[in-house]
């Protein structure tokens, strides 16, 4: 069982850090997302493979103390974002500008989403009360890191391209209530109605946020010595 888990810890390392150079292949945008997607998919799979046998024989032990630490771990997992939560809720899209859009002088970097755009968006829904909140259909969790690559955003070990979709499960009213109240979200609203970046919000009767399946290693930087 030891093994397994280690085997486990490896896997799933390797799909949040892996650091393989993306334009190795070609530098077609959507040819290399959709190549990242189907490897990051497929060291999923194995994932879950693993959990799965380390979930079995975990099953197996009778013992009561394994038992016991077994149905605490449980009541944890909802709380931790480790089951799917469903209700009514927000959808927020962010786009970059249109191609056209164009100023003497302006600095390209203000037609497109950031990382801190994202981030901006994630944060006023959880500080508006959402129970859930997902980004590109996967679930986010304290420890998930949005990383931003050229103009493609890393979420997991996969690249996605904008549209960028953010959903959050809560009252739709507490939702919109901590957009309003966001400081960043207004700077991101401001620059949208300048320069023409996407924006969308709209309420959705039901939103899905599956359970998170990604790594929960925490990853920090250290001083050298």
């Known amino acids: 069982m030891t093994t397994a888990l280690a085997g486990v810890l490896f896997v799933t390392s390797a799909i949040s850090s892996e650091g393989n150079d993306l334009r190795q292949e070609t530098t077609d945008l959507p040819t290399l997302v959709e190549q990242r997607r189907e490897k990051v998919a497929s060291a999923q799979q194995t994932v879950d493979d693993l959990s799965a046998q380390i979930a079995s024989l975990t099953d197996e032990v009778d013992n009561a103390e394994v038992s016991k630490a077994r149905k605490e771990t449980r009541s944890l997992r909802a709380p931790a974002g480790f089951t799917e939560v469903s209700g009514p809720g927000l959808r927020v899209t962010l786009e970059d500008a249109p191609r056209d859009v164009d100023e003497p002088g302006l600095d390209p970097n203000l037609l497109v989403v950031h990382q801190q755009d994202i981030q901006a968006f994630v944060n006023a829904l959880w500080e508006g009360g959402a129970t859930a909140v997902t980004l590109q259909g996967q679930r986010l969790i304290s420890t998930t890191g949005i990383k931003c690559v050229g103009n493609t955003v890393i979420l997991?070990?996969?690249?996605?391209?904008?549209?960028?979709?953010?959903?959050?499960?809560?009252?739709?009213?507490?939702?919109?209530?901590?957009?309003?109240?966001?400081?960043?979200?207004?700077?991101?609203?401001?620059?949208?109605?300048?320069?023409?970046?996407?924006?969308?919000?709209?309420?959705?009767?039901?939103?899905?946020?599956?359970?998170?399946?990604?790594?929960?290693?925490?990853?920090?930087?250290?001083?050298?010595?």
């Open 156 to 225: 997991n070990g996969v690249p996605y391209s904008p549209p960028y979709i953010i959903e959050g499960v809560g009252s739709v009213d507490g939702l919109y209530a901590g957009l309003s109240r966001s400081g960043a979200v207004q700077t991101y609203r401001d620059y949208a109605e300048r320069y023409q970046l996407g924006l969308t919000i709209s309420p959705k009767d039901e939103v899905v946020a599956p359970a998170y399946s990604g790594s929960v290693d925490l990853q920090y930087a250290k001083r050298l010595d």
